[in-house]
């Protein structure tokens, strides 16, 4: 017999989201108050320093540390069998959740004595509500509709929109078929009499079987719209990838072979096999546009203008001399080719688009084109003033179309940064100060306009109370927002998200933290801990050329180090080179050992060189810039001048 010991059971499965589990889990203790909780965290082997932040940080929690990623399921039934609330409730850890959040749904289950399972509404980091919230069976022909996109035609039909039940409202409290996984709360006693959570699922679908199971067993699932939550990875754009794609549709067909049968069940697979092959498609169609369509772009214009240029010197240069077909089949595409590469090689197309670079890979680009015209033979050598006069209406012509580009996507002209973005905090005084310190910390580099608090502030960087929130938004153009969790509650922070839409980007700083989370984090300037941040060093054509940098910087100091006897530096270098000509080291390496980094070599020389004593409280934050905005310029200058 079953007796209970705490009414709350709390688990949370992890695997590398070290900053987002740290917010959860503050907003969790926040919400517990004085319900009597347990709070478990199954780490599934994380290599991000999460285990460690957990034991600082959260002592109270039971950490239960995987030596390999078992999967959710299996982790979640971990802590299942050794929970002892009346309730379990499987949490993300990359969600937020609102201080009247488990007073509320814990009030309502026990009111709702059918209650088998409950959920509740969820927004992404913008504020907009998630429709997988609530969903229906993915039967045959829901999966179907769902496929053919007749669900996001008709979302608010009965007949069409059966898989996010577009047709209730999402304001009220609905019975539901299935539950998201994300915030789900079951029953104790439910899992004791229909079983834990099937492991042969490794990831996504197991709540769907779960949700099945609890109406099998004679419970119903509830959407409870009283309260809701913040789910940063809802609005993942991951889920266009072909691994999602993979193992969503594996875990469909488990289900399918799990709980259909007959016809029904080879419907079921012919759809999801269906779905596999069409999402693959779109999906490789989506990386390639996404990651090549501005090169694909340039490429035509750089060929259409030595094209035109070639017509030109032939008319009026050449008189009516006419190039070999060999210019145009050959010769054109191998200047279009070699300008593409360099300008990709120099991370010319990382965003916002930088025009020193763009010239300077422009300029590389000549000279390797120059070099190789060099030593083709004679009756090749068509003309070096198409290339000479080439770079410059190739460099014209780039510069005009990024200029246009840059214009119609963030409508400024105003190139040092990638939008016009205007920034506030919620929050106090104090907030502001320390909040200030760490973006400027990490070059946030556009404008911070002040802070908003009810309590009056002499600070010129006070704009007022936040009844006043919109007209400040309004008056300044503001189009981010920073919610400081020591002085704003969760609960208001969801508020204003709702209120002022999609169209501002929003930002949390957890109370007592040196970082900033938000779900567009890959779209800042400046330092965001988030899920989408992008680190320069964890991309291989980044690497390679790091490693071509310090192979290159080797060969120069290893043919010509009597010309550079007198540098400083010089002892030290030739005294690893072997080292790095070999691999074993890197010229610039991290100034600490940092687990939560893309791996390098370690460095002859660290990158917090240049660090001062009032800047020791980010030293540890300094290799995560390098690795976040690494080129080879950084070392270049980390060597010479330094």
Same mark, same amino acid.
């Given at each position: 017999m079953?007796?209970v010991?705490v009414?709350? *059971?709390?688990?949370?499965?992890n695997?590398n989201?070290?900053?987002?589990?740290?917010q959860?889990?503050?907003?969790?203790y926040?919400?517990?108050?004085?319900?009597?909780?347990?709070?478990?965290?199954? %780490?599934?082997?994380?290599?991000d320093?999460?285990?460690?932040?957990v034991?600082?940080?959260?002592?109270?929690?039971?950490?239960?540390?995987?030596?390999?990623?078992?999967g959710?399921s299996?982790?979640?039934?971990?802590? @299942?069998?050794?929970?002892?609330g009346?309730?379990?409730?499987?949490?993300?850890?990359?969600?937020v959740?609102?201080e009247n959040?488990?007073?509320?749904i814990l009030?309502?289950?026990?009111?709702t004595?059918?209650?088998?399972?409950?959920?509740v509404?969820?927004?992404?980091g913008?504020?907009?509500?998630?429709?997988?919230?609530?969903?229906?069976?993915p039967?045959p022909?829901?999966?179907f509709?769902?496929?053919?996109g007749?669900n996001?035609v008709?979302p608010?039909?009965?007949?069409f929109?059966?898989y996010?039940l577009?047709?209730? %409202?999402?304001?009220k409290?609905h019975e539901?078929?299935?539950?998201?996984?994300?915030?789900?709360l079951?029953?104790k006693?439910v899992?004791?009499q229909?079983?834990?959570l099937?492991?042969?699922f490794?990831?996504?679908g197991?709540?769907?079987?779960?949700?099945?199971r609890?109406?099998?067993?004679?419970?119903?699932? /509830?959407?409870f719209?009283?309260?809701?939550?913040?789910?940063?990875?809802g609005?993942?754009?991951?889920?266009?990838?072909?691994?999602?794609v993979k193992v969503f549709y594996?875990?469909m067909?488990?289900?399918?072979?799990?709980?259909?049968t007959?016809?029904h069940?080879?419907l079921?697979?012919?759809?999801i096999?269906?779905a596999i /092959?069409a999402?693959?498609?779109i999906? @490789?169609?989506?990386?390639?546009?996404?990651?090549f369509?501005?090169?694909f772009i340039?490429?035509?214009?750089?060929f259409?203008?030595?094209?035109?240029l070639k017509?030109?010197?032939?008319?009026?240069?050449?008189?009516?001399?006419? /190039?070999?077909?060999?210019?145009l089949s @050959?010769?054109?595409p191998?200047?279009?080719l070699?300008w593409?590469m360099?300008?990709?090689?120099n991370?010319?197309?990382? *965003?916002p688009?930088?025009?020193?670079?763009?010239?300077?890979?422009?300029?590389?680009?000549?000279?390797?084109i120059?070099?190789?015209y060099?030593?083709?033979?004679?009756?090749?050598?068509?003309?070096?003033?198409i @290339?000479?006069?080439?770079?410059l209406?190739?460099?014209?012509?780039?510069?005009?179309?990024r200029?246009?580009?840059?214009?119609?996507?963030?409508?400024t002209?105003?190139f040092s940064q990638?939008?016009n973005v205007?920034?506030?905090?919620?929050?106090?005084e104090?907030?502001?100060?320390?909040?200030?310190e760490?973006?400027?910390?990490?070059?946030?580099k556009?404008?911070?306009i002040g802070?908003v608090?009810?309590?009056?502030?002499?600070?010129?960087?006070?704009l007022?109370?936040?009844?006043?929130?919109?007209?400040?938004?309004?008056?300044?153009?503001?189009?981010e927002?920073?919610?400081?969790n020591?002085s704003?509650s969760?609960?208001?922070?969801?508020?204003?998200?709702?209120?002022?839409?999609?169209?501002?980007h929003?930002?949390?700083?957890?109370?007592?933290s040196?970082?900033?989370?938000?779900?567009?984090?890959?779209?800042?300037?400046?330092?965001?801990f988030?899920?989408?941040i992008?680190?320069?060093?964890s991309?291989?054509?980044?690497?390679?050329q790091?490693?071509i940098f310090?192979?290159?910087?080797?060969?120069?100091?290893g043919i010509?180090?009597?010309?550079?006897i007198?540098f400083?530096?010089?002892?030290?270098m030739?005294?690893?080179?072997?080292?790095?000509?070999f691999?074993?080291?890197?010229?610039?390496?991290y100034a600490a050992?940092?687990?939560?980094?893309?791996?390098?070599?370690?460095?002859?020389?660290?990158?917090?060189h240049?660090?001062?004593?009032?800047?020791?409280?980010?030293?540890k934050?300094?290799?995560?810039? /390098?690795?976040?905005n690494?080129?080879v310029?950084?070392?270049?200058r980390?060597?010479?001048?330094?």
């Amino acid at each position: 017999m079953f007796v209970v010991q705490v009414k709350l *059971s709390i688990i949370i499965v992890n695997y590398n989201v070290k900053h987002f589990l740290e917010q959860c889990l503050k907003s969790v203790y926040q919400a517990i108050g004085t319900i009597d909780a347990e709070v478990f965290v199954v %780490d599934n082997n994380s290599i991000d320093g999460s285990q460690n932040m957990v034991k600082s940080l959260f002592p109270k929690v039971i950490l239960i540390a995987n030596s390999k990623n078992t999967g959710f399921s299996t982790a979640n039934n971990q802590a @299942i069998k050794k929970s002892q609330g009346e309730y379990v409730l499987l949490l993300n850890p990359d969600t937020v959740v609102p201080e009247n959040c488990f007073e509320s749904i814990l009030e309502f289950a026990d009111n709702t004595p059918d209650l088998g399972g409950c959920g509740v509404p969820m927004v992404d980091g913008q504020g907009t509500y998630l429709p997988e919230s609530k969903r229906g069976l993915p039967t045959p022909e829901v999966a179907f509709y769902k496929m053919i996109g007749l669900n996001k035609v008709f979302p608010n039909s009965k007949k069409f929109g059966k898989y996010h039940l577009g047709y209730l %409202d999402a304001d009220k409290n609905h019975e539901v078929e299935i539950l998201a996984g994300a915030f789900l709360l079951i029953r104790k006693k439910v899992l004791d009499q229909i079983g834990l959570l099937d492991e042969t699922f490794f990831m996504y679908g197991e709540d769907i079987d779960l949700s099945y199971r609890i109406l099998q067993g004679g419970w119903k699932n /509830y959407y409870f719209s009283g309260t809701s939550i913040i789910h940063y990875k809802g609005e993942s754009t991951k889920k266009l990838s072909t691994n999602y794609v993979k193992v969503f549709y594996k875990a469909m067909v488990i289900f399918a072979e799990k709980h259909y049968t007959g016809g029904h069940q080879k419907l079921f697979k012919l759809f999801i096999n269906t779905a596999i /092959y069409a999402r693959a498609i779109i999906s @490789i169609c989506v990386t390639f546009l996404r990651r090549f369509w501005i090169p694909f772009i340039e490429s035509i214009l750089i060929f259409g203008s030595l094209f035109i240029l070639k017509n030109y010197w032939e008319e009026h240069i050449k008189g009516i001399t006419t /190039y070999p077909s060999e210019m145009l089949s @050959i010769h054109l595409p191998y200047y279009t080719l070699v300008w593409i590469m360099t300008i990709g090689f120099n991370g010319s197309y990382q *965003s916002p688009f930088n025009f020193s670079k763009l010239a300077r890979s422009i300029t590389i680009g000549t000279f390797i084109i120059l070099i190789i015209y060099g030593l083709l033979p004679n009756h090749l050598h068509f003309s070096r003033g198409i @290339i000479l006069f080439g770079t410059l209406l190739v460099a014209a012509v780039l510069f005009l179309w990024r200029t246009l580009y840059h214009l119609i996507k963030y409508k400024t002209l105003d190139f040092s940064q990638r939008y016009n973005v205007k920034s506030i905090l919620i929050g106090s005084e104090k907030n502001w100060n320390q909040l200030s310190e760490i973006l400027n910390s990490y070059n946030k580099k556009y404008q911070q306009i002040g802070f908003v608090s009810d309590k009056k502030s002499s600070s010129p960087h006070w704009l007022g109370t936040k009844k006043q929130l919109r007209e400040i938004i309004e008056i300044y153009g503001i189009n981010e927002v920073i919610f400081s969790n020591d002085s704003v509650s969760t609960q208001y922070t969801i508020q204003i998200m709702n209120e002022m839409g999609p169209e501002i980007h929003y930002f949390i700083n957890p109370a007592e933290s040196n970082f900033v989370i938000g779900s567009q984090s890959k779209n800042t300037n400046g330092l965001y801990f988030g899920e989408q941040i992008e680190l320069n060093l964890s991309k291989k054509e980044y690497r390679t050329q790091k490693r071509i940098f310090d192979l290159s910087i080797a060969i120069i100091l290893g043919i010509g180090f009597p010309i550079f006897i007198g540098f400083k530096k010089t002892r030290k270098m030739l005294y690893n080179l072997k080292d790095i000509i070999f691999g074993k080291k890197t010229w610039i390496g991290y100034a600490a050992p940092n687990e939560n980094l893309p791996p390098i070599k370690s460095g002859v020389f660290a990158t917090d060189h240049k660090l001062e004593e009032k800047q020791a409280l980010f030293q540890k934050n300094i290799d995560l810039l /390098y690795a976040k905005n690494y080129n080879v310029y950084m070392d270049l200058r980390a060597i010479f001048l330094s």
